[in-house]
């Protein structure tokens, strides 16, 4: 079955300095991998997502993840991170139809 | 270009009640996926509608219910609340039979149910 991990709860970075948000997979054939964005009382925003070919995928606002097929990982970044990347991230994995979410992961930057 | 919305915002209902919450899909999409997001969780697969028809469910009983009509626009119901099923329910849209694994799905900002 597919499915998603996000190890960490929650992620503190100063602004200005780089993000990393960690995201694992399970998946049986290949992985069709995803990051959103969820700001408070609003819903999913996509940001990038991995079906094939380069293994680092850029996204919108400057987001960037990259996928480790050895590692069985999809972790997302940002060079530089801005105060207002605070929010809740969501990796997930494409089933067949539907989409399988990590529990997310709180990112916060502070000034 | 419009993207996915949903109504109502806000919902409050009682044990036992029955409701309904909206969807209509961004432009030029004709396939809806309804998802539970209970508070610190990731959302949930509900169900998928395509062609008017359920397509896939998930583990989610029969209390829940979908219909959706020939402008694409979907409804999910919920029949005999439990105070379980206060939630953020999102509408997500897609085309996936272009490319059912990869295509993206897009969501609306959810209704917000909560039930006393």
């Known amino acids: 079955a597919q499915s998603v991990a996000q190890p960490e709860d929650q992620v503190n970075v100063a602004e200005g300095n780089p993000l990393t948000v960690k995201c694992t997979y399970s998946?049986?054939?290949?992985?069709?991998l995803f990051w959103y964005v969820q700001y408070p009382n609003r819903g999913l925003q996509f940001l990038l997502k991995?079906?094939?070919?380069?293994?680092l995928v850029k996204g919108s606002y400057g987001f960037e993840a990259e996928f480790n097929k050895s590692q069985t990982s999809f972790h997302l970044k940002k060079p530089s991170a801005l105060v207002s990347d605070s929010a809740l991230y969501f990796c997930a994995v494409r089933g067949y139809n539907d989409m399988r979410f990590g529990a997310g992961t709180r990112l916060t930057v502070k000034p | 270009d419009a993207g996915v919305t949903q109504s109502p915002t806000h919902l409050i209902k009682t044990r036992g009640q029955q409701v309904t919450l909206r969807c209509s899909p961004k432009?030029?999409?004709?396939?809806v996926s309804w998802y539970q997001q209970a508070l610190g969780q990731g959302p949930q697969f509900i169900f998928q509608y395509y062609e008017e028809e359920e397509r896939q469910r998930g583990n989610f009983p029969d209390r829940f219910s979908g219909h959706q009509f020939p402008n694409y626009s979907s409804e999910l119901n919920v029949n005999a609340l439990l105070l379980g099923d206060s939630a953020l329910y999102l509408c997500?849209?897609?085309?996936?039979?272009?490319?059912?694994?990869?295509?993206?799905?897009?969501f609306g900002p959810g209704t917000r149910l909560t039930v006393l």
């Open positions: 991995y079906i094939t070919g380069d293994n």
């Open positions: 432009s030029g999409h004709d396939t």
């Open positions: 997500a849209s897609s085309h996936p039979f272009r490319s059912p694994s990869t295509d993206t799905q897009y």
């Open positions: 998946v049986s054939g290949n992985p069709y």
